[in-house]
């Protein structure tokens, strides 16, 4: 399957081959800080399997990373602008998934949204899916220590503070900048080649030549470790 009927970008998008990672602790508003920063002229794709665990429910993590997978090998494959949206407590986790995206010629930031601990405590447990005090505590723990890993390890690194009054009319429109710089930043050198190439060839997607099926597919397995649909 291809997304030829509802796919707008192309080859000469500026916004082609960049992933920006969302990082925070639950209820710290990473989707609600994403929906106003998001540019409607790029509109990247949101890669997110927290969405899909609370409709399939906990039962079904195998089928909703399954779901996620197929979602982001058609993204992939055509190469357009992601915000991987998770919590990111797991630096290995995530330093994995940003070198995976880059192996393909993604150029990869990380936006990492910050308010207070009761503030998260308090908007995690107003969730449909509530989460408990000691989890939250927990990943606003995690999050506080790998913080420094990430903005060492991302080019592109922007802190967004979202306490209940900060994502003011100013604050959104300096975040949105920010992203919107990202995304319409230089490809990254191997990204440029590969963006070349295809345009001499007249190829649409990067399993059209650059990249074998067998080859992207591991490629994009490996975001969860799944190997013959089971996970390791």
Excluded at 70 to 89: E, K, N
Excluded at 167 to 177: C, E, H, P, Q, T
């Amino acid at each position: 399957m291809r997304l030829d009927n509802f796919i707008n970008e192309g080859i000469n998008d500026k916004a082609i081959l960049h992933a920006c990672f969302m990082a925070g602790a639950p209820g710290s508003g990473k989707s609600h800080t994403l929906q106003n920063i998001k540019s409607g002229q790029i509109e990247a794709r949101i890669v997110n399997t927290d969405k899909l665990f609370e409709y399939l429910g906990n039962t079904n993590v195998q089928k909703s990373k399954l779901l996620t997978l197929g979602q982001l090998r058609l993204y992939v494959d055509s190469m357009l602008p992601l915000f991987i949206d998770g919590t990111s407590t797991n630096s290995s986790t995530t330093l994995k998934r940003k070198a995976l995206l880059e192996t393909v010629g993604y150029k990869t930031g990380m936006i990492f949204v910050n308010c207070d601990l009761e503030t998260s405590l308090e908007r995690a447990r107003k969730r449909k899916r509530v989460v408990p005090d000691e989890i939250v505590i927990k990943s606003y723990e995690a999050m506080e220590k790998v913080k420094p890993i990430y903005k060492s390890a991302f080019e592109f690194f922007a802190e967004i503070s979202n306490n209940d009054g900060d994502l003011d009319n100013d604050s959104v429109i300096k975040a949105f900048r920010k992203t919107s710089g990202f995304f319409t930043s230089e490809p990254s050198q191997k990204g440029e080649e590969i963006i070349e190439k295809m345009k001499a060839e007249n190829w649409k997607y990067l399993t059209d030549g650059i990249y074998s099926e067998s080859f992207f597919s591991q490629i994009v397995s490996n975001w969860y470790d799944i190997i013959g649909g089971q996970s390791i």
